[in-house]
């Protein structure tokens, strides 16, 4: 077991099936598990001077770095978390290193910071908060009408629904030859969950762009 700082959850699974079924009531839903993703969250205090005018100047600039992909992106306000254990078969493997992490929050910052403060001097940056944590997604194996078996993800704390399909995609590569890649695939799926770090991700920075 992990002892973990997670986002706090706002569905249960039975309330994430119930989600489901109102979205589509003919789903056929065959299991559900749990995976809990990690990140870590950078506030950053940017600052310019300390003269009257100059304070005026210095902001707060928060992002959040997926800590699989090593994507980043802005975030506002104060995140809720609650404690608890998780099975270590549950949380993905981390890909990318604090110090990484560091880096890139690093540059992001900056670029946010001068961008909207249209400045030409380097400003001074500090990490005042840090938070290291995981969100919870429940992935919800599913058969369509074709018999396909495909993975629905649902966002625990907010509820966004995505579709993860495999097989089709196996089938499609064995069509084409691929034989290794569809290999590997159908191994992921059934093994260490590379194939849903890989998908979330993609998932992920999909939802990200919309917003």
Known sequence: MIEAKILKPGYTQKEALVLLFNTDSKLDLLDIDEV????????YLVTVGKGRIMKKLNKLCDCIIDRVSGSVYE???????????IPEDEALEIQTPLNECYD??????LKQYISKAKLMMTPEMQIIEEDIFYKKFYVVKARDPE???????????????????HEKHIEELAKEGQLEEAERVLESVDGDHELLEEMIAEKEAEKREEE
Do not use: K
Request: charged share 25%; no cysteine.
């Open 104 to 109: 890139t929050g690093h540059s992001f910052a």
């Open 147 to 165: 018999e396909y078996t495909y993975f629905i993800l649902v966002d625990a704390v907010d509820g966004g629904i995505s579709v993860l399909d």
């Open 75 to 85: 975030t506002e306000g104060d995140p809720e978390f609650d404690y608890v254990e």
């Open 36 to 43: 809990y993703y990690p990140y870590v969250r950078l506030r």
